[in-house]
């Protein structure tokens, strides 16, 4: 069938009149930033039932958010491991002929996934509220760094100390449970248009947005080191370089350093600028983006 030259010239016009969608940063979510990751070897392949186990547990954990202040209770989440809810039998640490062992249990697996997010939640810094060490040696984790959960009888939460919420990421992949821990950055950074990795969130302090140093100089081409002679961190691209001193006053903020949980924050217009980069503001998203 052949197509006449006012028609083909109809349809291109069509096709450039249909809107795009984009799938790009203007889309996309809220910004997370990663807090902590830890990663478990899965049970042997032979344990079938402890790899139901920790699956599902995993799976009903992952996506959940807890906004500052927040309290997590792993068995509330997860709820009792019974046959009816998925949950298979496995080995679990119990009491036979008068002796803590090995025992058949429906759920037995559970505190793989509990140790996992025990040992990310303590590398992210929140707030232990209960933990219990298991009662016999485990091949995961050292006593005291493990975490066991018994429904109705011992649990494992924590608290979101954090000033923004934080979400679990919980999955399994390639015979490994990978749990980590994200923080929700109310600001969003880019450079031309693409998000920037942050290592912390940003804030506001005396009406300057504050961004972290070392990620975002890092994204802009500079390098970031320390002078503990003039207790200073210099900033420099090769083209430019600024020291920044550590705020002690309560004046401006534009040539300091704060440092908040560790981590040193300075104005993010003036490291731009500084960096030879024009800096945008969108107030509807949120978001800055240097250009």
């Known amino acids: 069938m052949k197509i006449s030259f006012k028609r083909l010239i109809l349809i291109c016009f069509l096709l450039l009149a249909i809107p795009l969608v984009s799938t790009g940063p203007a889309n996309a979510g809220p910004q997370f930033i990663e807090l902590s990751r830890q990663v478990l070897p899965m049970p042997p392949e032979d344990d079938e039932g402890g790899i139901k186990n920790v699956a599902l547990s995993a799976q009903l954990i992952d996506q959940v958010i807890l906004e500052p202040g927040e309290i997590f209770s792993y068995n509330k989440i997860v709820g009792p491991r019974t046959l009816e809810r998925g949950f298979a039998w496995s080995e679990a640490i119990g009491w036979l002929n008068g002796e803590l062992t090995y025992v058949p249990d429906v759920?037995?697996?559970v505190c793989r996934t509990s140790t996992a997010l025990h040992q990310t939640?303590?590398?992210a810094g929140l707030e232990i509220l209960e933990r219990h060490s298991h009662s016999l040696d485990v091949d995961y984790a050292e006593r005291g760094n493990d975490a066991t959960v018994w429904y109705g009888v011992l649990d494992y939460r924590f608290k979101n100390t954090k000033d923004n919420p934080i979400k679990i990421n919980a999955a399994v992949e390639d015979?490994?449970?990978i749990i980590s821990l994200e923080e929700k950055s109310p600001i969003s950074v880019m450079l031309n248009g693409q998000y920037v990795s942050l290592n912390?969130?940003?804030f506001i302090y005396q009406s300057s947005l504050m961004v972290p140093v070392r990620s975002v100089s890092e994204a802009l081409g500079a390098i970031v080191s320390w002078d503990n002679t003039i207790?200073?961190?210099i900033i420099t691209n090769g083209h430019n370089t600024v020291n920044l001193s550590v705020n002690d006053s309560e004046g401006g903020v534009?040539?300091?350093i704060i440092i908040k949980n560790g981590t040193m924050f300075m104005a993010a217009r003036y490291l731009g600028m500084a960096m030879g980069y024009n800096v945008e503001w969108d107030n509807e998203t949120?978001?800055?983006n240097y250009t």
Request: proline content about 5%; cysteine-free.
């Open 107 to 109: 759920g037995g697996g």
């Open 121 to 123: 939640v303590l590398n």
């Open 175 to 177: 015979k490994m449970l």
């Open 200 to 202: 912390a969130a940003p």
């Open 231 to 233: 207790n200073a961190a």
């Open 254 to 256: 534009d040539n300091q």
């Open 286 to 288: 949120k978001t800055l």
